[in-house]
């Protein structure tokens, strides 16, 4: 991700912030030639977790939907087993 943190300073974009510790999210990502992944299209490619519910990042994070007001991806609420079936379904995995 773009941005980091020191003990002065938190360095993040105002429309893709930083994981933190205890987030519980849904990432779209590719594999690096390293072996490490990298998560595709920024803020679009992680939906938030929360009691069996999914939201994108610009449902649920205001300084997300300022910064991004033409998303075109927007999960509001969507159960998490039925859009992760769906999801599966999409890309042929089972």
């Known amino acids: 991700m773009t941005g980091g943190e020191t003990e002065e300073k938190i360095v993040e974009l105002n429309d893709d912030p930083l994981l ?24 679009q490619g992680r939906l938030i977790y929360n009691n069996g519910k999914l939201n994108s990042l610009n449902v649920v994070n205001s300084r997300v939907k300022q910064a991004n007001p033409y998303s075109n991806i927007i999960v509001n609420n969507a159960d998490a087993d039925t859009l992760i079936a769906e999801i599966k379904g999409y890309v042929g995995v089972e």
């Open 20 to 43: 933190k510790p205890g987030d519980e999210i849904l990432v779209f990502c590719k594999e690096n030639a390293d072996g490490t992944y990298r998560i595709i299209s920024g803020p």
